[in-house]
């Protein structure tokens, strides 16, 4: 078998059928597609007619004279003589109902950041399959050779990161606006809160980065040693503190806007959902799985009572592996049920444009047709926005714990040793074209590949995975808690202080 031959094969195919199929059999259009329904706007006839008829309702005293007049120029407003057609006022509290219609495909092309979307929905997808399918040729022909469904994890990462950071430029390039303050000082938030995590002592906090730093930097001070370099080490632990506090800033502020918005449409599907208990016992645990989640890496509460033996029981109840195939999997049930609940907070998002139009009619004066109209057609151009605000970060922890597994060497199965059932399994059958015969090349080209092959095992070791086990787990432990600390902001104030 070729070098990474079968890894290969299907990243290629993965990579066809991204490039092939999914335009015309797009998941994230199906996702915007499956049921949800959007709020027409009505036309200028609708409301010229409504107008009218509230005038004739309201002023009975006019004569027949002076509302044919008027008549004539509401009319006139229209361009009848070829024209464009001007706006006219229309009452706030106007009596009228909205028209709704399925989200069509053809619907989705015009809306913002929707190819954004769609191409962060596809690809991710592919990236799963692509993960799954190289975790089971892993298990059953387990061998040391990279593994390539880390590349698409790691892409799958920086394309979420990058929709988020586009949205936020968004917001920045806007004059005189509120969510760039709003951003900043989340930041500055986030970042002060990071410097007081990453000082917390490892008997509380079960982050791991202290082991990481000090494997890091022993193994990084060999490599240089073999390299012929004078070095004690890298880089210090205040600076390897600061870039993680860094990028815990920037991180949380990202996930500034996609928290607050997950709180309005919480709050807005549960009232939509009265009548269902089910629909509603799944908002709220969704809406409180996060902090289920951030506890479980406090040390003294939940790790050592689960792992250490105690008084009353002689053995502890599982294992430091299964714990942490437990966090892993916990992790991805909360991702999951997010995502289905997916179309139960789009919907909430349109049904915005209704309340804006009942709102509205509390309120006295007049209204321009188009601003009336703009009021209830932003609602669906923003549903792509929306939809990137609430799957970008659940594409973020998906593939960080991915990688954190694969990448830590740990399991996706508690309290099941797979490698015994792997041994009892019988082994698949190798191919003997794995040794490759270097007679052909030259003594010097085999000396150049011998030391390339040396560093490249040396920068392995200095990468290994107490490294990335403590950098991906605090990076996933953290975006969880960053989301959820944003949520519950957005939710004090759309429950509290806008009521």
């Given amino acids: 078998m070729s070098l990474l031959g079968v890894q290969v094969v299907i990243s290629m195919i993965a990579a066809s059928i991204l490039h092939k199929l999914m335009p015309f059999y797009s998941i994230g259009r199906w996702f915007l597609c499956c049921g949800l329904v959007r709020y027409l706007h009505p036309t200028n006839e609708d409301l010229k007619t409504l107008t009218l008829g509230a005038m004739a309702n309201t002023q009975s005293s006019i004569n027949k004279g002076q509302r044919r007049r008027n008549g004539k120029r509401a009319a006139n407003s229209n361009g009848t003589n070829g024209k464009k057609e001007e706006p006219f006022n229309v009452p706030k509290n106007l009596e009228f109902q909205l028209d709704t219609a399925k989200v069509q495909p053809i619907d989705v092309l015009q809306l913002h950041y929707y190819t954004d979307y769609q191409w962060l929905i596809d690809f991710s997808f592919m990236t799963l399959v692509v993960y799954i399918t190289t975790e089971v040729y892993s298990l059953l022909q387990p061998q040391s050779e990279f593994n390539i469904s880390m590349v698409w994890c790691f892409m799958a990462v920086v394309f979420s990161m990058k929709s988020q950071l586009s949205l936020s430029i968004k917001y920045f390039s806007l004059t005189e606006s509120g969510e760039m303050i709003m951003i900043i000082t989340s930041g500055c ?25 000090y494997n890091f930097t022993t193994n990084a001070r060999i490599l240089m040693t073999t390299q012929g370099l ?9 600076t390897f503190r600061v870039i993680l506090t860094v990028i815990c800033a920037l991180i949380g502020a ?13 709050t807005d599907a549960l009232k939509y959902n009265k009548e269902d208990p089910f629909v509603q016992l799944c908002l709220y645990i969704n809406f409180l799985f996060p902090m289920v989640i951030g506890t479980m890496w406090i040390k003294p509460y939940v790790r050592d009572f689960l792992t250490v033996p105690h008084r009353r029981n002689r053995e502890a109840i599982m294992s430091d592996n299964d ?16 995502l289905c609940l997916m179309k139960t907070h789009l919907q909430a998002h349109l049904n915005l444009a209704y309340e804006k139009v009942e709102n509205l009619k509390l309120e006295a004066g007049k209204i321009s047709s188009i ?23 659940i594409v973020f922890i998906v593939f960080l714990t991915c990688m954190l597994k694969t990448m830590a060497n740990l399991s996706w199965f508690p309290f099941v040793d797979i490698n015994i059932a792997l041994r009892n399994a ?3 059958a190798t191919t003997t074209n794995t040794v490759y015969n270097a007679s052909f090349l030259s003594a010097d080209l085999k000396d150049k590949v011998g030391e390339f092959a040396l560093t490249l095992a040396n920068i392995r070791n200095v990468f290994n995975a107490f490294w990335f086990k403590g950098v991906f787990s605090f990076l996933c432990w953290w975006t969880n808690t960053a989301w959820f600390i944003a949520s519950v902001f957005g939710l004090l104030y759309h429950s509290y202080f806008q009521a």
């Fill in 426 to 428: 019988t082994p698949l």
């Fill in 323 to 338: 714990f942490e195939s437990m966090r892993l999997i916990t992790l991805i049930l909360f991702c999951f049920l997010r």
């Fill in 189 to 213: 938030f986030y970042f002060v809160l990071a410097m007081g995590i990453v000082i917390v002592d490892e008997s509380i906090l079960d982050l791991e980065l202290l082991p990481a730093y």
């Fill in 254 to 266: 990202l996930l500034t806007f996609p928290g607050l918005r997950l709180a309005k449409m919480h």
């Fill in 230 to 238: 004078e070095s004690h080490g890298p880089i210090s632990l205040v």
């Fill in 371 to 393: 601003e009336l109209q703009r009021m209830i057609a932003r609602v669906f151009y923003f549903l792509c926005v929306v939809a990137l605000q609430y799957v970008a970060p």
